[in-house]
């Protein structure tokens, strides 16, 4: 009986150090309060020598972010960058996110991951017609006569 009351107190010891209310009646343990959170266009710096050579070579550069919370997972929009691609998302060397993340019930310990991940491809190069589909018919005319 006293091992058990000794792990009862324990418990609740952790708990109240974590602003959390345990009830021993009940048996039940659970935060005291609750917030929500709200991101917005994450911002990552990026060296002038890697956009140097982003910018010059062949190479395309995609990137996404993962915001991580617990056991919930949300993915931005991909962005890309390179010769010839869009780079309305990048900004005297900084890399932004427009998306917006929207975490609730988060606990008074939270702790939120952001990760970057990146993937280097060549810049594809088609020709027009051979991208499309586009069969060139030659028709000739002969003059009889």
Same mark, same amino acid.
């Given at each position: ?12 010891? $952790? @708990?109240?150090? $974590? @602003?959390?209310?345990?009830?021993? !009646?009940? $048996?039940?343990? %659970? *935060?005291?309060?609750?917030? !929500? ?7 990552? !710096?990026?060296? $002038? =020598? ?6 010059? %070579? ?16 949300? *993915? ?5 960058? %390179? ?9 005297? %060397? ?5 998306? =917006? ?6 606990? *008074? ?37």
């Amino acid at each position: 009986m006293a091992l058990l009351d000794e792990i009862h107190r324990l418990k609740a010891e $952790r @708990n109240l150090s $974590r @602003n959390e209310t345990f009830s021993p !009646n009940k $048996r039940d343990m %659970g *935060p005291s309060c609750y917030g !929500n959170m709200n991101l917005s266009d994450v911002q990552f !710096n990026l060296q $002038r =020598s890697f956009m140097r050579r982003a910018m010059e %070579g062949e190479t395309v550069y995609h990137f996404l972010t993962l915001v991580k919370y617990r056991n919930i997972v949300e *993915p931005s929009s991909m962005i890309s960058i %390179g010769n010839g691609t869009n780079t309305g998302s990048l900004k005297e %060397g900084t890399l932004l996110f427009p998306n =917006s993340f929207i975490l609730n019930h988060l606990y *008074p310990d939270f702790k939120i991951i952001i990760e970057l991940y990146m993937l280097e491809t060549r810049r594809e190069f088609l020709p027009h017609e051979a991208k499309y589909h586009i069969k060139k018919v030659r028709k000739y005319f002969f003059i009889l006569g």
